[in-house]
């Protein structure tokens, strides 16, 4: 099979990669550098440009691949509804199947506790880039159908893999930053009390997902949660990291530091979306669809066991080992604060 990706360097993007061309399949990355974290995967084939630049990148593709038609496409960095309009033009006369990949934090909390099922309501008002994947699928599903152009709309919950450490917040620059925090003795910053629910996948599996939707008939036209099993606490997800980084259970304790997530986004602001828009609710999902489409789609890599893969990927070469300072100062001056809140209250008492 024929297939293409805008985008391909990727937490996700580059475990489909993977996936697909140790199946043997042809796979065309469309990017606009090279990446020295997540290098194409041998046999596939490079096109340099970018594929948000609509003219730019039909032209490419009339020079680069002309006459070439694709089993599927799959837009991993379409973050704009605009880009979504110009794939469809770009890509109904050359492709037999388009994937859009959104996101699950598309979705509207509810007010108890559920699975989110696909057709759960999508509202976001906390999160600007929630909300423009809400209007890029709306988007997708009225010019696709325009243009007849078979569509498949993929939802990923938070998904990890080597590069990317989980975090509540200010990790995701430098993930190495809580580690770091971790090994160092430094306060570690949990939400509220900790007890929230929160999806985490590892990206092999969602490649897994994501793989067997490609050209499968009866995922056209649909939205599918690709989404694995676990649902850990943060509680669970800092220690575990913990675990992994080589601390007793006993030493994690010591640093772990409960703080509301309104102080949480006083010090980190630009995090206000994220927070309120996603992490911040206990939230489950509906996998069924996915299940049906893709039976053997499972939880292959459980979160200790990816997470100590993880470590161990930025233990190989210590120029991956970057700390974020300006996170770093931040963790550190609202841990100050809140632990002599916590003393002063306790005097007071």
């Given amino acids: 099979m024929r297939y293409l990706f805008v985008g391909g360097t990727g937490v996700i993007s580059s475990a489909c990669a993977a996936a697909l061309t ?7 990355l469309v990017t606009r550098g090279r990446s020295h974290t997540a290098p194409p995967p041998p046999g596939a084939r490079m096109i340099r ?17 002309s006459g ?62 929630a909300r423009k994947k809400i209007e890029a699928e709306r988007v997708l599903r009225e010019y696709a159908d325009d243009a007849n152009l078979p569509y498949t709309i993929v939802r990923p919950a938070y998904t990890y893999g080597p590069t990317r450490i989980p975090g509540y917040v200010g990790n995701s620059r430098l993930p190495w930053t809580i580690v770091d925090r971790m090994r160092r003795g430094a306060d570690i910053i949990v939400p509220g009390d900790g007890s929230s629910i929160f999806h985490l996948t590892h990206a092999r599996d969602v490649a897994t997902g994501i793989a067997g939707l490609l050209g499968n008939e009866d995922a056209f036209g649909r939205a599918v949660n690709v989404v694995g099993e676990e649902a850990l606490t943060w509680n669970s997800i800092y220690e575990t990291i913990a675990v992994a980084a080589g601390l007793t ?8 530091l409960h703080v509301p997530s309104d102080a949480i986004v006083a010090s980190f602001p630009e995090q206000s979306g994220p927070i309120y828009g996603d992490r911040i609710h206990s939230l489950s999902y509906d996998t069924s669809t996915l299940r049906r489409l893709v039976p053997d789609f499972t939880t292959s890599t459980p979160f200790d066991q990816g997470v100590r893969e993880s470590i161990a990927w930025y233990e190989a070469n210590p120029e991956r080992q970057q700390v974020d300072v300006e996170a770093d100062t931040l963790f550190d001056d609202l841990a100050y604060t809140y632990r002599r809140a916590l003393r002063d209250s306790d005097a007071s008492s």
Avoid: C, M
């Fill in 249 to 256: 259970r006993a030493q994690y304790a010591a640093i772990a």
């Fill in 49 to 65: 440009t970018d594929g948000r630049d609509a003219r730019a990148f039909r032209a490419t593709l009339s020079t680069l691949a």
């Fill in 22 to 28: 140790t199946r043997g399949h042809e796979l065309t």
């Fill in 68 to 129: 070439v038609r694709y089993d599927a496409v799959v837009q991993f960095v379409g973050y704009e509804p605009g880009h979504v309009a110009d794939d469809v033009i770009t890509f109904a006369p050359r492709a037999d199947h388009y994937v859009y990949v959104s996101t699950t934090a598309t979705y509207k909390p509810p007010t108890r506790f559920a699975l989110l099922a696909e057709d759960a309501e999508q509202e976001n008002p906390h999160w600007a880039y």
